[in-house]
Each structure stands twice: as C-alpha cells, then as structure tokens.
C-alpha cells in the first residue's frame, strides 16, 4: 500500500472536515498508517511529529501503552451501555474523579460525546434552570473572537465570521462583549468596564455569558490575564446570570494549570470539558455544574422541569476507559509540574523569533506558543505555506491564517520541541529569502 493507493481511494469517497477538497487536487491528503508517542507515520514511512497534538486533543502521545491496555481491558469487558436508568463502573469512578480534580463546588457530571454538544447542553441547562424559576431568558453573551464549536447552538455563541456568517439566518440570540485585547491586567479591567456595561443595560434579558478561559483558540490563539475571568465571574454572580466555563480546549493542563479557571480561583456555574477528556483516544465530553443548578431541574417527574436531554453515546463505556487512564497518567507522572520544564522550552523556542520583520508578536501560555505572523495578504495564504513546507520538513503543525502555534502532547522532549522550532524557523527563511 502507498500514501498514493489510499489517498486516490478517499478522493473518491470523503469529505474531509474544514478542507476545500479541491485544494487536495493539487496537495494530496497524507494517510497515516501508524501512530507512537508524538510521532505519526505514513505509508511510505515517513514519520511526522505532531506538534498540535492532533486538533487538540492528544496529552500522552499516539498509542500510549498505558491507555492502550486500559481500553483493551475494557473492551473485553463492557464496550457501552445505554446511560439512561444504567450505569457503569468506568462513569462513576471518572465522575467522582472529575468532581475532586475541578474546581470545589462542581459537583455533577453530564456527559455527552464531542465539545460541540457539550456546549449545547450547557446551553440548554441554563436556559431551562433560569425557565425553571419563571424567568424567560433567552440571550447569551460571549467574547469577540470566542469559538465554541460549529453546531447550531455552538456557532450562535462564537464569534469567528469564517465559521458563522453563512449560517447566520440560522442562530440562536447571543451578543458578543469585547475580549480583552492582550495579556495584561489593564487589558482585563479594560474588557470588564465594557461587560459591566452591557449587564447595567441589558442583564434581566442574559441567561449565561460563555468563555474560552485564557486562551481564544480557533479565534487565533488570543490569550488574556485571569484577572478578566475573576472579575467577570463576579460580576455574573452580582446580576444573577451564569458564567459558563468552556475549557474544551484548555482543560487537562494546557494552560499550566489542570484547569485554567483556576488560575482566576473562581467555580464557574458550568465547566465543559473534551478533547484532552481521553487523552485523545476516544470522542466524550461532560458538562459539569453545581448542586444548585441540579437542583432547580429536580422534582416529582415533569417532562417541562426536568432535563431531556440525551445522546446516543453519552457516556461510552471505552471512552471513560480511556479518560480514567488519563487521569492514571495525570497522577502517577505528575504531569502538572513535569509540563513546566517544557513550557519553559517553549519560552525559549519562542525567543528565537522575536524582533523577525514579519513576526509581529509571539506569546504563549502553559503549553501553547503562539507566533503571531504580520506584513502578508491574506490572499497568500501564508499558514497553509507553512504548514506544506514544515510537513516537508516532517512537522505537522497547522496555522490559523497568520497565526503559527504550538500545542504538542505531553510527552514531547525539549530536544523534540526544538525540532518543531527549528522547522518553522527555516520555513520563515525559506518564505522571505
Ligand atoms: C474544539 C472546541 C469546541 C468544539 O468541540 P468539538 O469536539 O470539535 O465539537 C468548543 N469549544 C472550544 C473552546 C474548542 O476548542
């Protein structure tokens, strides 16, 4: 079998997300035969090292043989059961751990089976827990520039026009407050004014504001001091509307901290979890909230208080296989405290593309280094250049327009992330010679 074989065959076949399948007519797909550690490789052997952790998600590398066995162990066991009035052994250790590890107070577990619906059910649950105590209200706040996945719902609450603007006859009501414009305190305070603002105004009509805490990520990697997340916690609670946390992307460590909400030490009402949720194994997610939220929807039975919300695959028994193995890994390998010296490398990473003519700023925070490009047209395309000349180079890493970053799986060496590094350094020179 050749990359060629496979990647003619899928021509005829796929439609591959967030792709312009023509674009492949002349740059074809690379089909991965294998994966080990941070390393994938095609079929003719050529190894790649993903330095974006597959779309986010991986933390302990391509069939890690520690999740592999748990999830074999599982799979000889009990592959999925239907969630509702059943239950198993996998999704209460998980929901007990979760409940220990995420900030106190955050103390039930809803699941659902990718980011995307995850925020739908948060969502829905505030909607309906402001409903359940005669309040009709049907309006949420985001930030500008804030992403939340591409479902409907999702969509209507993100603020990046490449996804939203054609489907924009199709949303729910949700109005954006300015994100604070860089990483420093005054840049939060700034943002607060503006949202404080809007609840002076506007607060008996909002159910919930949703974030992306510290890092906008499919928004460009934009990052913002905890200070804003303190602050706009606050301010949620002052004028009774729901701070909803989504930490799909930067939950499990990304950002430093097991969580980023810590960071700001605040409980927000809803806390959305995904992508790292397995380790990069398997699709889950899980939104969870407090006993006060839960409370409002529990009662004797009606179907107009209680929460009928369902997916097929809530829950999946080999998902939570593979999320208890993470946490196993979290725990065992301290990875919270190891992760420091490869931020530092990151840091360092960084510093060799500062003051570049075309680099316009580099920031980073945790695990994720961000260098932010400047002086190209947009017509150029310049992060898909990137991401062709650093493939050849055998990094797979994937710009947002002029936005390059790094997020790599956990168990990357700082001698390995200096290769990603050196890769897109020649890329730039190759690109400005
Ligand atoms: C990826 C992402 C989502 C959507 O999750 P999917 O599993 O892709 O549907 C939502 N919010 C944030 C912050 C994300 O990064």
Redesign the pocket.
Known sequence: MTNKSISNRDMNVLWHPCTQMKDHETFPIIPISRGNGIYLEDFEGNRYIDGISS??VNLFGHANSYINGKVKEQLDTLEHVILAGFTHEGIVVLSERLVKLAPEGLTRCFYAD??????EVALKMSYHAHRNRGDNRALFVSLTNS?????LG?LSVGDVALYKETYEPLLIRSIQTPSPCDQTVEAANEAIAQFERLLRERSSEIAALIV?PLVQ??GGMVMYHPHFLTQAKWLCSEYGIHFIA?????GFGRTGTMFACEQAEITPDFL?L??GLTGGYL?L?VVMTTESIYGEFYCDYNPYRSFLHSHSYTGNALACAAANATLDLFEKNRVIEANRELSMAISDGLKRFVGRKEVKETRQCGMIGVIELEGFDPKERIGVTIHRLCLGKGILIRPLGNIIYVMPPYVITTGELGLIFDAIESALNELTL
């Open positions: 779309w986010w990718n980011g995307s619906s995850a925020v992403y939340h996945g591409e479902t999702a992306e990520g499919a989504d930490e799909i992307m930067v959305i995904s992508k699709p997610s």
